[in-house]
């Protein structure tokens, strides 16, 4: 028994060691062979073949990533919705129940985002 706890582990230090040895040798091989270039646009970002204007850190109004953020909690709420309506027919009443409730939550959940203004683009 302890003889094969020690196998394991001397074979999972392996897999690691070797895993490691791959990676560190894949990034000095990709660094060593690559193209290198002295031009000054390389290092410029690009868009499109657009010359990059201002700053690319500028700040979004909150309201984007509220409704991003509403938009992923409602999508995913809408991915459980779906199997249930394939299965609604063996789940029976009991579950019917339970829809009926959890969407009622998320009708309260989308009910305080309209009261805070989540929506209002002023």
Known sequence: M???TVDLVIQLALMFAIGAGMAIMFITLSHLLSPKSKNPNKSQPYECGVVPKGDARTPFNVHYYLV???FVLFDLEA???YPWAV???GLGTAALI????????????????WKKGVFDWE
């Open 2 to 4: 302890v003889n094969s």
């Open 79 to 81: 991915v459980f919705i």
């Open 87 to 89: 299965s609604l027919r």
């Open 68 to 70: 991003a953020v509403l």
């Open 98 to 113: 339970e829809m009926f409730f959890f969407i009622g939550v998320l009708l309260v959940g989308y009910l305080y985002a």
